[in-house]
């Protein structure tokens, strides 16, 4: 499976952006799909992911209450709507696939990466 993220840019603290994780593969229901972030001179980190059906959501304290992922198998895509954005929140944010139905929440987990699209919040 191939993947593509995009919807990033340039956002105020407390606004909103919507990204988006487009799959290529007749099979991209049965990958659970992950987000995941890497801020400048840190680690990437786990973001949110979800399961193959979308029944089953898990989020990184850091983002729970602000951020809420979801997936429309139909239009194999995978959305991360992010609100309520920090600084912190400042990233690549990358979408990544799991050769599982069940979702992962580290990095070892997935097995195919999307290029990442950059997220800016200015204070």
């Known amino acids: 499976v191939q993947l593509q993220a995009s919807g990033g840019g340039l956002v105020q603290a407390g606004g909103s952006l919507r990204l988006s994780c487009a799959a290529s593969g007749r099979t991209f229901s049965s990958y659970a799909i992950g987000w995941f972030r890497q801020a400048p001179g840190k680690e990437r980190e786990f973001v949110a992911a979800?399961?193959?059906?979308?029944?089953?959501?898990y989020y990184a304290d850091s983002v729970k209450g602000r951020f809420t992922i979801s997936r429309d198998n139909a239009k194999n895509t995978v959305y991360l709507q992010m609100n309520s954005l920090k600084p912190e929140d400042t990233a690549v944010y990358y979408c990544?696939?799991?050769?599982?139905?069940?979702?992962?929440?580290?990095?070892?987990?997935?097995?195919?990466w999307g290029r990442g699209t950059l997220v800016t919040v200015s204070s």
């Open positions: 979800i399961n193959w059906s979308g029944s089953s959501t």
């Open positions: 990544a696939a799991r050769s599982y139905t069940s979702l992962g929440t580290t990095s070892g987990n997935y097995d195919y």
